[in-house]
């Protein structure tokens, strides 16, 4: 079983930055690749970054590319999604996942979800 814990959410006003971290149990998750999804108010929950296992490769939605980065930090059981130049349609709940597909843009491709963490932007 792979715990996942989102932390990092808050409020930002627009054109700031935020970092979230997706800090995961063991050795198990270096083998899972690691997705972020985002789901606002009201909206389906929508792909926004994913990571290999490896950290070799990555692959971001087009409404976020140039804007956010995903990495895995050196011990590879944290993932990061640095965020900059946040804009008020950012606002959601942030979640990672983990799972055995890449690149995987679709929920149901990931087997494993956190709790999710809130970012707000404000304008």
């Known amino acids: 079983q792979v715990q996942l814990v989102e932390s990092g959410g808050g409020l930002v006003q627009a054109g700031g930055s935020l970092r979230l971290s997706c800090a995961a149990s063991?050795?198990?998750?270096?083998?899972?690749?690691i997705g972020w999804f985002r789901q606002a108010a009201g909206k389906e929950r929508e792909f926004v970054a994913a990571?290999?296992?490896?950290?070799?490769?990555?692959s971001y939605s087009d409404s976020v590319k140039g804007r956010l980065t995903i990495s895995r930090g050196n011990a590879k059981n944290t993932v990061y999604l640095q965020m900059s130049s946040l804009k008020p349609e950012d606002t959601a709940v942030y979640y990672c996942?983990?799972?055995?597909?890449?690149?995987?843009?679709?929920?149901?491709?990931?087997?494993?979800w956190g709790q999710g963490t809130q970012v707000t932007v404000s304008s």
């Open positions: 063991g050795r198990t998750f270096r083998s899972y690749n």
């Open positions: 996942a983990a799972g055995r597909v890449y690149p995987a843009a679709l929920s149901t491709g990931y087997d494993y």
């Open positions: 990571i290999t296992s490896s950290g070799g490769r990555t």
